[in-house]
């Protein structure tokens, strides 16, 4: 699990990257390692996320309630980004195997059992 803050989503990591890490770190009770904060969308993106959601493009939120407003935030958010709105929301999580190839894609309201089970697949 690597971990990169970023402050593009209606401007909710506007802290520090030391910041960042201490509250992720108490609240949420993470281990895994965390990097600086970067841009994932628009012409600063990290190129990492530009290969990675290029190579497996946004393809929704899914359904129900938490989708459609998801889907609202984002479209307005990533206005600014055009075709380079590569991350639609905080917290899409991208899966790639030991070699380096990427497995899945997973947006913010995936059900965290099915990323479990990829996970758990590629091992």
């Known amino acids: 699990m690597l971990d990169f803050p970023c402050n593009q989503f209606a401007g909710q990591a506007p802290e520090s990257d030391g910041e960042i890490n201490t509250f992720c770190t108490l609240k949420y009770n993470t281990e895994f390692p965390r990097f600086k904060k970067i841009d994932v969308n628009g012409d600063t993106a990290d190129p990492l996320f530009a290969a990675l959601a290029t190579e497996k493009p946004f393809q929704g939120f899914g359904k129900g ?9 984002a ?16 917290f899409t999580k991208f899966l790639v195997d030991r070699e380096g190839n990427l497995i899945a894609r997973f947006e913010p309201t995936a059900d965290m059992a099915d990323v479990e089970r990829a996970i758990e697949a590629a091992l």
Do not use: R
């Open 65 to 73: 309630v938490k989708a459609k407003a998801l889907e609202k935030f």
């Open 75 to 90: 479209q307005q958010n990533n206005k600014k980004f055009g075709d380079k709105a590569y991350c639609m929301w905080n």
